[in-house]
């Protein structure tokens, strides 16, 4: 079948999934009394696809990180560490002690989650902590951008007349 560029022109939308990170309900647990009570059912994270412009400014995010990380180091060595600390800071770069393949996987999954939504430093957390789960939140927004967008559901409400339509 030849693909057709006209298909291009319908209302396109992110792929989402739900991922289970059950790994997390131990921070249900607190000493030996469980409070809240661990939940019975599983944790998810819903997460989408990103679209090209997203990818590509992730993918230099990481370009960046590795440069001014040399840099730093460079300013470091010639001029203390004050020096290699203010560039970072400069262009909103955080977190030295984290190697940069996880800086990477921490934006996808910051860029990505959808419900709930995660900030910078809780992907963090979560790479630190819990890495596998960061790292399928990563891996299956990497998956469904990969997947491409889709054609826009029609919500039941869409489907719905009023009596002066």
Known sequence: MQFEPAKLNQE???????????????L?????????PVPSE????KVRGLDGNELAAVSARRDTNVFVEMLSEALVKKNGREGGEAIK???????????P????????AVKG??????DYPDAVRLARDFY??????SEKVLELSGLGSQVKKKSSLDSITTPNS
């Open 12 to 26: 396109l939308e992110p792929r989402t999934a739900e991922v289970v990170c059950n790994e997390l309900k131990s």
């Open 28 to 36: 249900y647990e607190v000493g030996a009394v469980r409070e809240p």
């Open 42 to 45: 599983d944790i998810v994270i």
């Open 89 to 99: 800071g400069l262009l909103g770069l955080f977190d030295d002690e984290l190697h």
């Open 101 to 108: 393949e996880l800086k990477y996987r921490v934006e996808i």
């Open 113 to 118: 989650a959808v419900e709930p939504k995660l």
């Open 132 to 137: 596998v789960v960061l790292h399928r939140l």
